[in-house]
Each structure stands twice: as structure tokens, then as C-alpha cells.
């Protein structure tokens, strides 16, 4: 069959328009191709081109970098990945499981709870590789902090006149992705409460993923609530449980801190 633009009017069957134009998908100046077939093929040549698939590798990993930086995740978490995991082959699948299916956990707004009573066990560690892939696979915002730098950061913009408190709590309320380390490390207080549920609520109520690490189990971290005289303690857990269905997990095993400075100490 003989195309319609088999004599193409447009650019004499070069392919080319003799202009120059900018691409936005790959950053790059090139030539502007014509609509015809001839045109079509030599864009999609130029497209699969060693200086286009390099251009446009760049710019995704500027957007990850960009990512990682607006995440805050401390530096010492950020090369973090499923293979940095030693010895946790349970705990892996199940990361594994969480990061494939991510898309379908998003729309449900499905987060993780990752808990153990002692500490060195690598909690910090795994949820970090959750972010980091996150961020590296699908290039979703996210938020890494501990839930006592949360309260610090919308408490400094109480002080500070140039800071909207009202943006701050905000940030938290509607980031895409927000992991909160150390859950119940310090004291809670009434203010400290009323914060932390109206996050949690609107993130439920809006289907936002949210994850967190702790050293109380769920039902120990209502009970320290309680232990404070917070009124109606469940009203945390309660939300916690529907987020993380699924995904609440106690990590076991043995303190990775001591087994390093052991390890360290014999090689001395
Ligand atoms: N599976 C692992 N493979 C290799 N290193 C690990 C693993 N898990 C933890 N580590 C290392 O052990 C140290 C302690 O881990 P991490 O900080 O994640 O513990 P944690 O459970 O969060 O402790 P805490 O309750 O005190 O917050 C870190 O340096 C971490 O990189
Ligand atoms: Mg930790
Ligand atoms: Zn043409």
C-alpha cells in the first residue's frame, strides 16, 4: 500500500523541517521532524538514540535527586536498598511485596508499621529502603523524619513569623508519602497528641500512605498513651491499624549494633 505521504510536500521525504526545536522529555535542541511517515520514523531513530536515552537517564536522575533532597532522609539512609538487608529474608519479601505492588497500596492509601521492643534491629534501616525505593521507582514525594523533629519543625513555626504554622502542619497532613521514625520515642503530651490524630486523620481520611517505626507494638503504644493520661489513646491506634492493614510487622532478631561493634572489636 502506498502511504498518503509517500511524496511529502513537506520536507521532500527528508523526515527533517530544517528547523531546530526543543524537546522537553529529554532536555535537548533537535532537529524538528515532519508529521509524514518518513518523519515519524527518523524522530522515533533519533529517540532511541544514545544522546536521547542519555539525556533523558540525566534528567530522572535529577528528579531522584531532587526527590531524596526534599525528602529529608539523613544522609547515612539514603544509599539504603533491599540488597543492604542482611539476614532478614522474611522481612524482605514482605518490603519486596509492598514496593511492587505500591500502586494498588497507594490507592488504598496502605502504609507499614514496623516494630520491635528492642532497638538496633534494623527498623530505621528497612523503612528507609522503603522510601528510598519509593523515590527511585515511582519518583513519589515523600517525607522521612523522626515524629519528634515533626512536632519540632511545626513548633519552630509557631516562633517564626515567616513560617505559616498552618504550612507546616499542612506539609504533613498531605505529603504523598510520610514515614515517621521512632513513634512514641518521647514523651507524649496532650499538644504533641492533637497533632500527630489530626495528621493521621486527614491522611486516612484522604488515603495517603503513611509509615512508621517503633519500639512499642501497636497495642504497647496505646497503652504508654494511656499511661499518660492522653484522653481516648485508641483514637492513634485505631487509625494506625486501618493504614498499615497488612503490614504491621514485628522485626525480630538481634541487635545490629552490638553484633557490629562485636565484629569490629574482634578485628582489633
Ligand atoms: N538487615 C541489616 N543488614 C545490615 N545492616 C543492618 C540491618 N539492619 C540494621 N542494620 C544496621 O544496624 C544499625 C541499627 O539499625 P537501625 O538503626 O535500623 O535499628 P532500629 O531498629 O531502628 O533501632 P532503634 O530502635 O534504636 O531505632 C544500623 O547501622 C543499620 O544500618
Ligand atoms: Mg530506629
Ligand atoms: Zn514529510
Redesign the pocket.
Same mark, same amino acid.
Given at each position: 500500500m502506498i502511504s498518503k505521504f509517500a511524496n511529502c510536500l513537506e520536507c521532500g521525504n527528508t523526515g527533517l523541517l530544517d528547523k531546530k526545536v526543543y524537546y522537553p522529555f529529554c532536555g535537548l535542541i533537535g532537529e524538528e521532524y515532519c508529521l509524514c511517515a518518513t518523519g515519524d520514523k527518523a524522530f522515533r531513530r533519533w529517540c532511541g538514540s544514545e544522546e536521547v536515552q542519555k539525556a533523558i537517564c540525566f534528567i530522572r536522575q535529577e528528579e531522584v535527586n531532587k526527590a531524596l533532597a526534599f525528602s529529608e532522609i539523613p544522609s547515612?539512609?539514603k544509599e539504603?536498598t533491599p540488597v543492604? &538487608?542482611? #539476614?532478614?529474608e522474611n %522481612?524482605?519479601l514482605t518490603v519486596n511485596r509492598y514496593l511492587d505492588g505500591f500502586p494498588k497500596f497507594r490507592e488504598q492509601g496502605i502504609g507499614m508499621y %514496623?516494630w520491635?521492643e !528492642? *532497638? #538496633?534491629? #534494623?527498623? +530505621?534501616? @528497612? &523503612?528507609?529502603t522503603v522510601c528510598n525505593e519509593l523515590i527511585q521507582r515511582y519518583l513519589v514525594p515523600c517525607i522521612f523524619m523522626t515524629e519528634e523533629q515533626m512536632y519540632f519543625r511545626i513548633r519552630e513555626a509557631y516562633q517564626n513569623p515567616a513560617v505559616s504554622e498552618k504550612k507546616q502542619y499542612r506539609k504533613f497532613m498531605e505529603a504523598k508519602c510520610l514515614f515517621l /521514625? /521512632?513513634l512514641g520515642?518521647t514523651k507524649i503530651t496532650p499538644w504533641k497528641n492533637e497533632v500527630l490524630t489530626g495528621i493521621l486523620d486527614y491522611r486516612l481520611n484522604h488515603r495517603l500512605p503513611t509509615f512508621f +517505626? *517503633?519500639?512499642f507494638s501497636p497495642e504497647g503504644y496505646e497503652q504508654n498513651l494511656q499511661s499518660s493520661s492522653i484522653a481516648r489513646p485508641g483514637r492513634i491506634t485505631s487509625r494506625i491499624y486501618e493504614m498499615c492493614r497488612g503490614f504491621i510487622l514485628e @522485626?525480630k !532478631?538481634e /541487635?545490629?549494633?552490638k553484633? %557490629?561493634a562485636f565484629k569490629l572489636q574482634n578485628q582489633i
Open positions: 547515612h539512609w539504603k543492604s &538487608l542482611e #539476614g532478614q %522481612l524482605i %514496623l520491635s !528492642g *532497638s #538496633g534491629r #534494623g527498623k +530505621t534501616h @528497612v &523503612l528507609s /521514625d /521512632d520515642a +517505626t *517503633s519500639n @522485626v !532478631g /541487635d545490629f549494633r553484633k %557490629l
